[in-house]
């Protein structure tokens, strides 16, 4: 059973770049959240995808923005990077319920270095 | 505003010795709790959860947390570490019942067991 898969594990960047950064969910979910940990910081909730549509949102500018594709995976995508955009993204899926949803599994993250 | 406060940054051990890593939350609304930890070079991974019932829970490798309503304490302790329990443990929270399963993460507390 494979877990939550993100690609590419490395990213190098220059300033005013754009990057897409991928999840796979943990086989049978249908929920993906993003993250951005920085440096010595828990996670920070960037965004959560069900049913294709964005359902929540964190405190992150309009630069970064995402998708769900039919099948659940997920890409985020981040415009006109910045030096302090550097930092390990983190994916986790999850299934949701009724109106629970199961605890959230992590990929091993994106490490994005702007430059 | 919702937040966790994890009150110890780094904590060094001996073998064998007990481990208390203290967690508070500020949340307006009743919350599912998780501890998750972050293992060298590995993904975070989820050392257990509290949703409702028995406020003393256990998890994997002989963690175990209490759920004390009253002081909006998880707290996470484990009788015995081992030199294998090196990591990083993060307190997080979310709202039970809410729109979408967003975690608010502390900043965690880094655990270095010398053996």
């Known amino acids: 059973d494979a877990g939550v898969t993100q690609s590419p594990t490395h990213l190098i960047k220059t300033r005013g770049q754009q990057v897409t950064l991928r999840c796979s969910p943990k086989s049978g979910h249908d929920t993906v959240s993003w993250y951005q940990q920085a440096l010595g910081q828990g996670p920070q909730f960037i965004f959560q995808y069900y049913e294709e549509e964005e359902r929540q949102r964190g405190n992150f500018p309009d630069r970064f923005s995402g998708h769900q594709f039919p099948n659940y995976s997920s890409e985020l995508n981040v415009n006109a990077l910045l030096l302090g955009d550097s930092a390990l993204y983190l994916c986790?899926?999850?299934?949701?319920?009724?109106?629970?949803?199961?605890?959230?599994?992590f990929g091993q993250g994106t490490r994005l270095t702007v430059v | 505003a919702q937040s966790v406060s994890q009150h110890n940054h780094h904590v060094i051990l001996s073998e064998a010795a007990s481990l208390e890593l203290g967690c508070n939350y500020s949340y307006g609304g009743t919350v599912n709790l998780f501890w998750y930890v972050q293992y060298p070079g590995q993904h975070l991974q989820l050392l257990l959860k509290y949703f409702s019932g028995d406020p003393l829970v256990k998890g994997i490798k002989g963690f175990e947390a209490e759920f004390i309503k009253s002081k909006f304490s998880f707290n996470l302790r484990k009788p015995s570490v081992q030199w294998s329990d090196t990591a990083e443990y993060f307190c997080?929270?979310?709202?039970?019942?809410?729109?979408?399963?967003?975690?608010?993460f502390g900043t965690g507390t880094l655990l270095a067991v010398q053996p």
């Open positions: 986790a899926s999850s299934l949701r319920q009724g109106v629970v949803y199961t605890e959230a599994f």
């Open positions: 997080a929270v979310n709202a039970k019942g809410g729109a979408t399963n967003k975690l608010i």
